[in-house]
């Protein structure tokens, strides 16, 4: 894997020496040499990840890393912090300043070439949501939101698993004032627990006695239920084969033991927010994706979303030889209706129409709302008998029971006019079996309204 790579660092040398490294491993590189340059930099070249030395002259990698992730331009760009400071404060002050890491100088290549591809793919994951709503909000599906500290109001779900009790007692008493910690004895009880528990993180011990610990981590990213959860994993100092290959699975984040209690709450917290901010952004395309399918006002399906539909069960029908029938609704005189009681009231009248409709029909049936006062009703394996006797019920349904037009207790009376088709035969496609229905309803209008009609008939 490749990726676009700021280094930032004063001293010539040191840039020169990380360029040729990064190069040789095919990574695309851009040089800074101050805080300035770089915050510039990373604005107009939008790395895939930043390699910040902390200690340089004016602005120091610490104000730099909180500078970026301020600006909306650059607060998606993973941030790690390359430097000659080893004390566990330090650490934790680059995680507190947003970094994704914190590395020591001299750095091991095959660590640092294995965080930079891991920090890079789960940015891909986050582009690719990011660029979804992005999407959304351009055509409408979504409106403009934004992350804020509303995404750690509620304490994290955590899953804890490590055979050493005194480190397991520190975990967990750390976390414990912040998060609901559940510690799990075995592998199998891990497995069974992430499964069902819709936990936030994961931490494992990859020096398990009776467990691979690598292997654990494996199975949890291959789960479909534990495949976005992150994982922060515990190692040994030193055991840079381990990390590497932990890495390269997916493994989120690492603590180097002895765990130092609040970079174990820096990193926690960092690992929190990325996964909250991924399942925000997750939902807020589900949201898109109903809102683009679905009729504003009633909640039915839109008619885009009734063509594909029916046009899959038609071709269905075809090789099934199972009928599809359609029920097409006009609410009768509707115009008069907005043009004497107002606009508000006639979409009173729509959306508890649309409720009756919903109520009355199966759970495999599809209600949508075709467009202004017109519904319609897609009915997988129905017959014309059947159909004939749903749409009467829908009928009596509207007819005898008044529509409430407002908070004020006003009512109406309604009535709707039906017509039905169903598919008649291989070569049926939907646009025929719609234009029937819709002949169908074109007669029960023209006979009186408040009618079901078959377009057979």
Request: aromatic residues 6%; contains cysteine; charged residues 30%.
């Amino acid at each position: 894997m490749t990726a676009r790579v700021l280094i930032v660092d004063d001293v010539p040398a040191n840039l020169k020496l990380l360029d040729a490294k990064l190069t040789a491993e095919y990574f695309d590189v851009f040089k800074a040499a101050s805080g300035p340059e770089a915050l510039e930099a990373a604005k107009e070249q939008q790395p895939d990840i930043i390699l910040l030395d902390v200690m340089m002259p004016g602005m120091d990698g610490f104000e730099v890393c909180r500078r970026l992730k301020a600006m909306p331009e650059t607060e998606h760009i993973p941030v790690v912090m390359v430097t000659a400071l080893d004390q566990p404060k330090d650490r934790v002050q680059g995680l507190e300043a947003g970094a994704d890491d914190f590395l020591t100088k001299p750095l091991n290549d095959l660590a640092l070439f294995a965080r930079v591809r891991s920090l890079v793919r789960l940015k891909m994951v986050t582009d690719e949501l990011r660029m979804r709503e992005a999407t959304g909000q351009r055509i409408g599906a979504l409106g403009a939101g934004t992350t804020g500290d509303f995404l750690m109001t509620e304490p994290g779900r955590i899953l804890a698993i490590d055979d050493r009790p005194t480190s397991l007692k520190r975990i967990t008493e750390t976390l414990a004032s912040e998060h609901n910690v559940t510690v799990a004895e075995t592998q199998e009880e891990l497995l069974q627990l992430a499964n069902s528990g819709n936990f936030d993180l994961h931490i494992v011990s990859l020096t398990l006695q009776e467990f691979d610990g690598l292997r654990l981590c494996s199975q949890l990213r291959s789960l479909e239920a534990t495949r976005q959860t992150p994982i922060l994993a515990i190692v040994e100092e030193g055991d840079t084969g381990r990390l590497v290959r932990a890495l390269d699975m997916g493994v989120n984040d690492y603590l180097v033991r002895p765990v130092e209690r609040n970079e174990l709450v820096a990193r926690a917290r960092s690992q929190l927010r990325r996964k909250r901010y991924q399942d925000y952004l997750r939902d807020k395309f589900q949201q898109g994706l109903e809102l683009a399918i679905t009729d504003g006002l009633t909640g039915l399906y839109n008619r885009r979303y009734m063509e594909g539909h029916l046009a899959t069960l038609v071709d269905d029908a075809a090789n099934t030889g199972k009928p599809v029938a359609l029920l097409i609704f006009d609410i009768d005189y509707f115009k008069a209706v907005n043009d004497t009681h107002g606009h508000q009231a006639g979409d009173e009248v729509l959306k508890e129409f649309a409720d009756r409709i919903s109520a009355n029909v199966r759970g495999i049936d599809l209600a949508c709302r075709l467009g202004g006062e017109e519904f319609v009703v897609v009915m997988p394996d129905t017959d014309l008998t059947y159909a004939m006797t749903v749409a009467e019920r829908l009928r009596q349904g509207v007819a005898l029971r008044p529509f409430k037009l407002d908070e004020t207790g006003r009512t109406l009376d309604v009535t709707v006019s039906i017509g039905i088709a169903v598919t008649e035969g291989p070569n049926d496609t939907a646009a025929k079996l719609l234009g029937r229905a819709d002949q169908g309803l074109y007669r029960a209008k023209r006979d009186g309204r408040n009618r079901v009609v078959a377009e057979a008939a």
